[in-house]
């Protein structure tokens, strides 16, 4: 069973860019979610994609955004990048009602 | 609304310590309660989870139980290895919804 894949695994961008992360789901998992986590913090809820309709967003601006693929692998997208987007993005994904979430290893983003 | 609320860190323990690790929460109906463990430059992998009150979750060595009267979800091991030295995040989440996660508590264990 292939587990949670993210690419690419670092990225360098520069304010005001754009950047898109990559997240491929665990085989049979529908649902994926995708989080912030700041050097030294928790992981913070960006948002959740079910069925490739969004059905759960964090406390994010829009310029964070997101597609689900049929195949329920998953994108996020952000504009306009600002200094303190500057993070390890989690994607991770689950099965139907499932509780738990499995975590890719993350992408680490920096903006400079 | 829904929080974790996690002892702060960072902890430093001696090979064959004891540790405990506090961890309470907050929530709006029945969450489901979960330990993650982040190793140095990886992603976050499931510790243990337990999904109702007073349930027990275990993993290598590792224990939590789900206390619904104290909204507690205490991480234990009873002799920590150099191998446990990394950041545990103490998390909940209610069905179908989001994960809600503390600020996690580092751990370094010295031989």
């Known amino acids: 069973e292939t587990g949670v894949t993210q690419s690419p695994t670092h990225l360098i961008k520069t304010r005001g860019q754009q950047v898109t992360l990559r997240c491929s789901s665990q085989s049979g998992h529908n649902t994926v979610s995708w989080y912030q986590q700041a050097l030294g913090q928790g992981p913070q809820f960006i948002f959740q994609y079910y069925r490739e309709e969004e059905n759960g967003r964090g406390n994010f601006p829009p310029r964070f955004s997101g597609l689900q693929f049929p195949n329920y692998s998953s994108e996020l997208n952000v504009n306009a990048l600002e200094l303190d987007d500057s993070a390890l993005y989690l994607c991770?994904?689950?099965?139907?009602?499932?509780?738990?979430?499995?975590f890719g290893p993350g992408t680490r983003l920096l903006v400079l | 609304g829904d929080s974790v609320t996690q002892m702060e860190g960072p902890v430093t323990l001696s090979e064959e310590a004891f540790l405990t690790i506090n961890c309470t929460y907050t929530?709006?109906?029945?969450?489901?309660l979960f330990w993650y463990v982040q190793y140095p430059g990886e992603g976050l992998q499931l510790l243990l989870k337990a999904t109702k009150a007073d349930d027990k979750g275990s993993n290598k060595g590792f224990e939590a139980t789900y206390r619904k009267e104290t909204t507690s979800f205490h991480l234990e091991k009873g002799s920590v290895q150099v191998s446990d030295s990394a950041v545990y995040f103490c998390?909940?989440?209610?069905?179908?919804?989001?994960?809600?996660f503390g600020t996690g508590t580092s751990l370094t264990v010295i031989p």
């Open positions: 998390a909940l989440s209610l069905p179908g919804n989001q994960f809600y």
């Open positions: 929530a709006t109906g029945y969450p489901s």
């Open positions: 991770a994904s689950r099965g139907g009602w499932s509780e738990t979430q499995y």
